[in-house]
Every structure is written in structure tokens, then in C-alpha cells.
């Protein structure tokens, strides 16, 4: 029985699933919401509230979020497909 095939593995795979959703969607939006200027005033050297607050930045965040959504949504169409194959036989 490989890896792939034992039951904790998809418990495993769907926690994985769920931790990309939640952190690709915090990463996505945080950026731009008023919490994400209430995070960076925090800062006391002001470079560091300048860089934080800096569009490009802030859309690297968002990248990085996109980044853990299509991961997610990766292993999600894996874990199917592998839910299907067992289905089928």
C-alpha cells in the first residue's frame, strides 16, 4: 500500500487543501484592507512603514496569495482524480 493510497493521506491532503484556501485568500485581500495600514503603522522606523505600504509590496503579498490558491486548487483536482480512481476500481 503506497502513501497515496492510506486513508490519512487524504485527511492529510484536504487539511493541506483547506490551509492553502484560507492563507491564499488572508494573503490575497490583507494587503489591501484597512487593517493592513493599521498592521504597518506598528512599525516604528518609518522606512519600514513606507516599504510595507508600498504598492509593489503589497502586490507581492497578493501574488504570494495567488500563489497558495492555485496550489490548492492543484491538489484539490489531485485528490479527486485519486477519490474518482478508487471509485472506478
Known sequence: MSLSSRPTSAVLSTLFIAWCFVVGTLLMYA???PVWARWTSGFSHPGVQQLLGHPTLRGAVSGFGLFHLVW???DLDLLIARFLRRRQG
Open 72 to 74: 490548492g486548487t492543484h
Open 31 to 33: 494587503p489591501w484592507m
